[in-house]
């Protein structure tokens, strides 16, 4: 050990440094270029920012404001993570610039069974507690040229499951919802078959879809 | 003699900590990822990303001091371990740059550069005691500390984490879920691409991203002026550079440059991320890890 030491000592010829490397002394052109720096980050801020902030996303129950939700949420997918039935997906690139990796509900996945666990595990409170009579995610609306039901006849999945009966059967057994009962919770859009019923023709798409709280809902005349 | 290497032991726990979120994330445990990891009631929040939701929401956020205060607790504990154990990106780097410390944050350029101009002056230097050239070296090490605070100045004026949307560490995780996503419900999207490809610009084409952009570790650096514990110090009693000798073993090895020797002549021991690179490559083993300041 004690060789490799002296060995290692003759071979190394660097100077010892003592004293100070640094200087502290501030230039303006390296003051200039922190100034830049800084300012390249507030940009960066603004850029995104330009990208669009698109509302009108299905947020997860207890979900507040979007612009509150936007200052809030962290991205660290915690909800999506634990929800049970996997509704919860971030939003992607594509969708909103400004927004990716925030939680967003996709009914084709899954719907919201208002199991609250989501709400649980938000560190941020970007999710409040919320009562499940209070939640509203949004409002189910029926797509009268893909629902089975409108254009043919017989389906009545949709009414079936509600589980709130905010979907109601006209004189000649045609779904309609009631949008004063409904909470958004998604389980008519998911379990809709007319896309699978439908697969041989054009039609693509739900019969009965939900939207978010002051969108315009489906081609409903 | 084969010695486990301390840089294999970093390795192995930040893949492990990959590993858990990762299982987190494909079996619903919801321990979310690093911007909050949590296990049961205990969690543990991003300091930087909390400072910006603080600006972003004009809201001091109560509900987060707690989980951001562990954080801190254990800043004051270890100081920046977080950079050399736990940190993906430092884990990339140093898988993918192939050689040297997992965070190599030491700019090349920069070492060669000191070296020659320590070589250039001791000629004019007749007792052989040199000061490197300043040139404002200090100031250029200050940048992340200037995009720290750009960072927090534009969450509050545009009204959200803008830091969160470009982090290495959050694009690591997210396309890592994209994968996932991608293998478990057959959802591609246009992440897979993205995500990685923004996460290799900012490791590998800006190279010294720890070193002079990361703005977490410089808010780590501040947290860790009060870092008391586990600080690399030099026995003068066995040190060879301090009996003299040329020495300069610890200095080398440090990613984050550090001269031990002397306090004012590198960067700050704030800066330590504990990689404990010059406690194993010190010929003579003075180097102690002082448990108390």
């Keep these: 050990m004690l060789r490799r030491i002296e060995s290692l000592a003759r071979n190394n010829r660097e100077p010892v440094v003592l004293g100070t490397a640094f200087n502290s002394s501030l230039t303006r052109r390296a003051f200039l270029a922190l100034v830049g720096q800084a300012a390249a980050v507030v940009g960066l801020g603004g850029f995104i920012r330009c990208l669009g902030r698109k509302d009108g996303f299905l947020r997860p129950p207890g979900a507040l404001t979007e612009g509150e939700f936007f200052s809030l949420c962290i991205k660290c997918q915690k909800c999506q993570e634990v929800c049970p039935t996997g509704v919860i997906i971030p939003v992607l690139v594509t969708e909103g610039a400004a927004s990716v990796g925030t939680p967003k509900l996709n009914f084709l996945l899954g719907y919201c069974n208002l199991c609250m666990r989501c709400i649980e595990v938000c560190p941020t409170g970007a999710l409040q507690p919320t009562k499940k009579e209070a939640v509203r995610l949004g409002v189910a609306g029926i797509d009268k040229e893909r629902c089975v039901a409108w254009t043919w006849t017989g389906c009545t999945q949709c009414q079936q499951v509600c589980p709130l009966g905010a979907i109601v059967l006209d004189n000649s057994q045609r779904p309609t919802v009631d949008a004063s009962k409904c909470n958004g919770c998604g389980l008519c859009e998911y379990i809709c078959p007319s896309p699978s019923l439908r697969s041989y023709t054009s039609t693509v798409g739900k019969g009965i879809v939900v939207v978010p709280l002051g969108a315009e809902r489906p081609r409903e005349s | ?293």
């Design chain 2, 1 to 293: 003699m084969s010695k486990i290497k301390i840089r294999m032991v970093r390795v192995l726990t930040a893949s492990i900590v990959i590993l858990v979120i990762l299982l987190g994330g494909t079996c619903k445990l919801g321990y979310g990822t690093i911007c909050s990891f949590g296990v049961w009631r205990i969690s543990f929040t991003c300091p930087l990303g909390f400072l910006q939701m603080v600006l972003a929401s004009r809201n001091l956020l109560p509900q987060l001091w707690l989980s951001v205060a562990l954080v801190v607790l254990f800043i004051i504990l270890l100081g920046r371990f977080f950079c050399a154990w736990i940190c993906p990106v430092a884990l990339l780097r140093g898988v993918f740059s192939g050689k040297g410390a997992v965070n190599s944050n030491r700019g090349k350029r920069e070492g060669k550069e000191a070296t020659i101009q320590l070589r250039a002056s001791s000629s004019a230097n007749p007792n052989g005691l040199l000061e490197l050239p300043p040139k404002g070296t200090v100031w250029a090490s200050y940048s992340r500390y200037a995009i720290l605070g750009g960072a927090l100045l534009s969450s509050f004026l545009f009204g959200f984490p803008v830091f969160c949307a470009v982090c290495p560490i959050g694009l690591f995780f997210g396309s890592l879920f994209a994968v996932n996503r991608l293998l478990f419900a057959k959802q591609p999207s246009l992440e897979l691409l993205l995500f990685p490809a923004l996460l290799g610009f900012e490791i590998f084409v800006l190279k010294s991203w720890c070193r002079s952009i990361c703005p977490l570790g410089a808010l780590l650096s501040i947290i860790s002026t009060l870092n008391c514990f586990v600080r690399p110090t030099i026995q003068k009693d066995l040190c060879l550079a301090s009996q003299g000798t040329h020495y300069r073993v610890c200095n080398e090895a440090c990613p984050e440059g550090i001269d031990l020797h002397n306090d004012s002549a590198g960067s700050p021991l704030k800066d330590c991320t504990k990689c404990l690179e010059c406690y194993e490559k010190c010929p003579a083993r003075a180097i102690r890890l002082a448990i108390l300041r």
